[in-house]
């Protein structure tokens, strides 16, 4: 059975793969009317201080407007990203409508220290995106110059149920709830709706370690679980009963929420615990999550690479595999206190260079939110799931106070905890040799603490010293020690490049691009790079320069430079026999060949955002296409 699984995995991913990758869609910045089937949750975005409208859709078709296919109905498929402003009628989930408009390719390039959305993109067959534009709602009836294949219809229908349920408990949360909490209301029982909850509350739930709880995972499932088990008690109905209504339960409200990662995960191992007691059998956590994964890989190995998956399944594994150990081991908290405690530790042992990764900060504020907002939080879901069922039938005005109170409660100190420069920790991606390290710590620590000898205390102490000590040494940046690193930063809108001194704690900014072009959108793949090294905003300069003007040396040290290096044709020689270990910057294609024909060692970066590329070959070693290309550090 795995072998046969194991093929048809190889050839599901295989065709994924192929499918995506292999040719470019011909709509792709072609202008015309998309017919598309909205397939996602809308959500509203904040971009330039605008309203957007921002969902995923199905495309169906398109009439494109061209001289040569004047109303012509063309079948296309795959998903488009769609941000747009809401005018006219409001759209929802299972609408079909008609976006005139212009898809772009999604810019994926691989950057270091970020979330690759390529695996997902691949996945979700995400071909395009369209900004701006306008619309209309039509029946799907409309569409049938497409031909559209007879699942459409009964998929349509699907997507509204789900859309009209999801749009019900929102309403209902609007009504009782108050426009600051209605939002983080709805993100705790349906995840998402991050753009109406603001940039500030997001960053301060990430800032505090708890953001997880805003998205459907393994803590919601159990909460669900156990409702629908003590309802069921409480109504003397047979414990069998009681976990079969908590499997249908649990699997509705996860197709109601999105068949994510932590939300099937969590969802299947619950299936496997009331299995397990309905059939009498012994269930092992461990066994049931090993399983699981598994049977996500088979199908899907990309899943692999996508962080959600990531840090679901780190963060369960670590739970089950050092909560009891640390909460056996840890004698001198009392329970109310340790509990917590414990769980926010042991689900982010194993995750923490997947976090410096990712995220690339520590915060000691996750322990104070541990203790004082999740169990809050907790409280909150649970009387957000009763009151939102039982307020379909009976108004249940004075238990929607209550918790427009602990939500209120828990933003006010959730933000203090946030705001606190002592509590967060700048570290930035660690290189391998110490997470490999770190990894053996952990995997030492596990040993000691299942052993539960006493003599073995003292060493288990200084374990998780040493642990600390490796996170010491990358927040202190000793291993970058009289070095300075040249990173590109990969942009659409502008050249930009970042020299940094992670030993020293300060970085340069490098933009090439004219003064009146906005910088808004991109100032979070900037903060991206920067953090990465863990180098604090405030000591960061920003710089503009010009990588079509003339010659300038833009940095320089006693072994490195970067410059640009514009000559004109008149000039016959190029003067480069006194240059060393330098990169050069250059605007103009016919350069590039002269300088790699005299000095064919030196990287040459290529800034021609707005030019043709036809004149340079992009596989030519060293030489790197701004903007266009992921390119690896350099070391100055």
């Given at each position: 059975?795995?072998?046969g699984?194991?093929v048809?995995s190889?050839?599901?991913?295989?065709h994924?793969i192929n499918h995506y990758?292999?040719?470019?869609?011909?709509?792709i910045s072609q202008?015309?009317?998309?017919?598309?089937?909205?397939?996602s949750?809308?959500e509203?975005t904040?971009?330039?201080?605008?309203?957007?409208k921002?969902?995923?859709?199905m495309?169906?078709?398109?009439?494109p407007?061209?001289?040569?296919?004047k109303?012509?109905?063309?079948k296309?498929d795959?998903?488009i990203?769609?941000?747009?402003?809401?005018?006219?009628?409001?759209?929802?989930?299972?609408d079909?409508?008609i976006?005139n408009?212009?898809p772009?390719?999604?810019?994926?390039t691989e950057?270091r220290?970020?979330?690759d959305?390529r695996?997902?993109a691949i996945r979700?067959?995400?071909?395009a995106?369209?900004?701006?534009?306008?619309?209309?709602i039509v029946d799907?009836h409309?569409?049938q110059p497409y031909?559209?294949v007879s699942?459409?219809?009964y998929y349509q229908?699907?997507?509204y149920i789900?859309?009209?349920?999801?749009?019900?408990?929102?309403t209902l949360?609007?009504r009782?709830?108050s426009d600051?909490?209605k939002?983080?209301?709805?993100s705790?029982?349906?995840g998402?709706?991050?753009?109406?909850?603001?940039?500030d509350v997001?960053?301060q739930?990430?800032?505090?370690?708890i953001?997880?709880?805003?998205s459907i995972s393994?803590s919601?499932?159990?909460?669900?679980f156990?409702i629908v088990y003590?309802?069921?008690?409480l109504?003397t109905?047979?414990?069998?009963?009681?976990?079969?209504?908590?499997?249908v339960l649990?699997?509705?409200?996860?197709?109601?929420v999105?068949?994510?990662?932590p939300?099937?995960r969590?969802?299947?191992m619950?299936i496997?615990?009331a299995?397990?007691?309905i059939?009498g059998?012994m269930?092992t956590?461990?066994?049931?999550?090993a399983?699981?994964?598994?049977?996500?890989?088979?199908?899907d190995?990309l899943l692999?690479?996508?962080?959600s998956f990531q840090l679901?399944?780190?963060?369960t594994y670590?739970?089950?595999?050092?909560g009891?150990p640390?909460y056996?081991?840890?004698?001198c908290?009392p329970?109310?206190v340790?509990?917590?405690?414990v769980?926010?530790?042991?689900?982010?042992?194993?995750?923490?260079?997947f976090?410096l990764?990712?995220?690339?900060y520590?915060?000691?504020?996750?322990?104070l939110?541990?203790?004082i907002i999740?169990?809050?939080l907790?409280i909150a879901i649970?009387?957000l799931f009763?009151c939102?069922?039982?307020?379909l039938?009976?108004?249940?005005g004075i238990?929607?106070k209550l918790?427009e109170i602990i939500?209120?409660?828990?933003?006010y100190?959730?933000?203090?905890?946030?705001n606190?420069?002592?509590?967060?920790?700048w570290?930035?991606?660690?290189?391998t040799?110490?997470g490999l390290?770190?990894?053996v710590?952990?995997?030492?620590l596990?040993?000691?603490?299942?052993?539960?000898?006493l003599?073995?205390?003292?060493?288990t102490?200084?374990i998780?010293?040493?642990?600390?000590?490796?996170?010491?040494i990358?927040y202190?940046?000793?291993?970058?020690?009289?070095e300075?690193?040249?990173?590109?930063?990969p942009?659409?809108q502008s050249?930009t490049m970042?020299i940094?001194?992670?030993?020293?704690?300060?970085a340069t900014?490098?933009?090439?691009?004219p003064?009146?072009?906005?910088m808004?959108?991109?100032?979070?793949r900037?903060?991206n790079g920067l953090?990465?090294?863990?180098?604090?905003?405030k000591?960061?300069?920003?710089?503009?320069f010009?990588s079509?003007?003339?010659?300038?040396v833009?940095?320089?040290?006693?072994?490195?430079?970067?410059?640009?290096y514009?000559?004109q044709?008149?000039?016959?020689?190029?003067?480069?026999k006194?240059?060393?270990?330098?990169?050069l910057?250059t605007?103009?294609s016919?350069?590039?060949?002269?300088?790699?024909?005299?000095?064919?060692?030196?990287?040459v970066?290529?800034?021609?955002?707005r030019g043709a590329m036809?004149?340079i070959?992009p596989d030519?070693e060293n030489?790197h296409?701004?903007?266009y290309?992921y390119i690896?550090?350099y070391?100055?």
């Open positions: 059975m795995s072998c699984l194991g048809a190889y050839v599901h991913v295989n994924e990758v292999g040719h470019t869609k011909f709509y202008e015309g009317e998309y017919a598309l089937l909205v397939d949750p809308v509203t904040v971009i330039e201080e605008k309203k957007y921002t969902f995923s859709a495309l169906l078709g398109l009439e407007h061209k001289d040569t296919a109303g012509l109905h063309i296309a795959g998903h990203k769609v941000t747009i402003e809401e005018k006219s009628s409001p759209i929802h989930m299972g079909t409508i976006v408009g212009t772009k390719k999604l810019y994926l950057e220290g970020t979330i959305r695996n997902k979700n067959e995400e071909m995106s369209i900004f701006e534009g306008t619309y209309k799907i409309t569409l031909k559209l699942y459409i219809g229908q699907y997507l789900i859309g009209h349920m999801r749009s019900t408990i929102e949360m609007q009782y709830l600051k909490i939002w983080l209301g709805v705790l029982v349906l998402g709706h991050y753009g109406e909850l603001g940039e997001l960053w739930f990430g800032y505090t370690g953001i997880h709880i805003l393994g919601h499932i159990a909460l669900l156990s003590g309802f069921c008690r109504c109905i047979k414990k069998r009963y009681a976990m079969i209504g908590g499997i649990s699997v509705f409200y996860c197709i109601l999105g068949l994510s990662a939300v099937v969590s969802t299947i619950g496997w615990l299995l397990a007691y059939k059998r269930y956590a461990k066994q049931g999550l399983i699981t994964a598994i049977l996500f890989l088979l199908y190995p692999l690479l996508d962080v679901s399944f780190g963060a670590g739970l089950l595999l050092f009891m640390l056996r081991w840890i004698t908290l329970p109310i340790k509990a917590p405690l769980l926010c530790i042991s689900a982010q042992l194993l995750l923490i260079p976090q990764y990712y995220f690339h520590l915060s000691l504020a996750s322990l939110a541990a203790i999740t169990p809050l907790d649970v009387m009763g939102t069922i039982i307020s039938f009976i108004p249940m238990l929607w918790i939500l209120s409660i828990c933003l100190v959730n933000a203090h905890l946030a606190s420069s002592i509590c967060l920790w570290i930035g991606t660690i290189s040799t110490l390290l770190y990894y710590c952990i995997g030492l596990y040993i000691n603490l299942v052993s539960l000898k003599l073995y205390r003292t060493f102490k200084g998780i010293v040493l642990g600390i000590g490796i996170i010491a990358a202190s940046g000793i291993v970058y020690k009289n300075t690193i040249l990173h590109i930063v942009m659409k050249n970042i940094v001194k992670p030993y020293e704690k300060v900014v490098y933009i090439d691009t003064d009146n072009i906005p808004k959108a991109s100032e979070i900037v903060r953090q990465s090294f863990g180098i604090p905003l000591n960061v300069h920003v710089k503009r010009q079509s003007g003339k010659n300038i833009l940095y320089k040290n006693n072994s490195s430079s970067v410059m640009v514009n000559r044709n008149g000039e016959k020689k190029l003067q480069l006194d240059i060393k270990d330098t990169i910057i605007s103009q016919y350069m590039v060949n002269q300088i790699l024909a005299l000095q064919p060692e030196y990287p970066l290529v800034s021609m955002p036809r004149d070959d030519t030489i296409l701004w903007g290309q690896p550090d070391r100055l």
